[in-house]
Structures are given as C-alpha cells and as structure tokens.
C-alpha cells in the first residue's frame, strides 16, 4: 500500500518555466509534510516543510500549496533553473511517532536551458 | 563540516558476507535514521533510535541489526548479505518533540552485493 503517490514521475520543463510536482497521501494523521531534492549521487536535501494548518509556503523560488480536506499538496518551483534538475522527493510523517518519513516515489526534473 | 556523516562511501561484497556501514551526526540530534533506496529511487525506512534506544523497527530482515553507541552515532551491520541488499544506505538525523522535525541526511553507502 503506497501510503504518498507522487505525479508525475518525470517532468521537462524549459528555463524559466514553472515545475509542478503534485503528492497525494492517505493517512490523515500525517502532520508534517517535506520535500527533498536529490542530485545523482548525493543524499536528500531538506528543500522546504509544511504542517497542515498551513495552505501554502513559500521560500525563494520554492512554493508548497497543501490542501488538508484533499489530501494533496503540491511543490512549486518557480522560474526553474538547469541547477534545479534533479529529483524531488515529496514525504509525510507522523511527528509523535517517531517522525519516519514516508516518501513518494520520486519525480525526476529536467529544465532545458 | 559535515553534518551527518556515513562510512565507506561505497561497499562491494560477495553474497554471504557481514558488513558494517556507519554514520555519524553533529547535529546535537537525539534522533537517528537508516533509509534504504532501492534501484528504482523508492526510499524507505528502516530503523530509528532516539537517545540510543530503538524507537522504529520496520519490516526488515533480521539479518539487518542496527546499533547505536550514543546519541551522534548510528551504525548498521548486515549479515549473510544477500543479492538483494544492493541498494543505497542513508542515514539521516532530526530532534524529536521539538518544533524542528527536520531531517538532514547523510552523502548515503552504496552498496553492491556480488
């Protein structure tokens, strides 16, 4: 049972357009919601959060919008950059239970300069 | 300075042998993490500890024993390694009951079983 689905599973977009990453999840008791980013050969790097009392939150060019009663959120990142190809992760956890993350599957972003 | 740390960067070995893979954090965490990445990107949990006491215990083999000598430190040791092991190890670090639950993850072991 994939608890956090991640669409789609590869994006190309061109420099200076906008990626969108969407994740649903099933579990309501998730309450706290990272996204990673990934370069070949490197661990996960913490991009940005959100818990679910927030409906959006932006740092930089990074945005994620959460809709609690959906049970989705989404990764903006805005004015994509060729630096910025990479693949992202989306996550969910329950922060009173241990806190383990569980991912989405991946989605693999290419920005063509 | 790196945040969390994990040795050896790399680990091929032959089917049945037992190998240890270590990570260390310098964070001031009292929570660490072992993550599996499968060939196919998927990340999973395996492990957690919490001020060295086991508090996440997936579905795994018990081939897999984790051990952690105090709170910046979290080894995995794997025995009778199997084809199936290959993958690529993270450890990764967070506070716990904290209002960061952030976690940082280590440059990852990959591990190649023959």
């Known amino acids: 049972q994939q608890q956090v689905k991640q669409s789609p599973q590869s994006l190309i977009v061109q420099k200076g357009g906008i990626s969108i990453i969407n994740c649903a999840y099933e579990?309501?008791?998730?309450?706290?919601f990272p996204w990673y980013q990934q370069f070949p050969g490197k661990g996960p790097a913490l991009l940005i959060a959100?818990?679910?009392?927030?409906s959006e939150k932006k740092e930089g060019r990074f945005t994620i919008s959460f809709n609690k009663s959906a049970k989705q959120f989404s990764l903006h990142i805005m004015d994509s950059q060729p630096g910025d190809s990479a693949t992202y992760f989306c996550?969910?956890?329950?922060?009173?239970?241990?806190?383990?993350?569980?991912f989405g599957g991946g989605t693999r972003v290419l920005v063509k300069p | 300075d790196t945040a969390v740390s994990q040795t050896p960067k790399y680990l091929v070995t032959q089917m049945g042998n037992d190998k240890s893979i270590k990570c260390e954090q310098n964070?001031?965490?009292?929570?660490m993490y072992w993550y599996k990445q499968d060939s196919k990107k998927f990340l999973k949990i395996m492990f957690s500890?919490?001020?060295?006491?086991?508090?996440i215990n997936e579905t795994v083999p018990n081939r897999f024993s984790p051990k952690s000598p105090d709170k910046a430190h979290l080894n995995l040791h794997i025995n009778s390694l199997e084809l199936g092991d290959s993958a690529v190890y993270f450890c990764?670090?967070?506070?716990?009951?904290?209002?960061?639950?952030?976690?940082?993850f280590g440059p990852g072991t990959r591990l190649t079983v023959t």
């Open positions: 500890y919490n001020n060295k006491e086991l508090i």
């Open positions: 990764a670090s967070s506070f716990q009951g904290a209002s960061s639950y952030e976690q940082y």
């Open positions: 579990n309501t008791a998730f309450d706290y």
């Open positions: 959100i818990r679910p009392d927030v």
């Open positions: 964070l001031g965490h009292d929570t």
């Open positions: 996550a969910a956890s329950i922060r009173a239970a241990g806190n383990k993350l569980t």
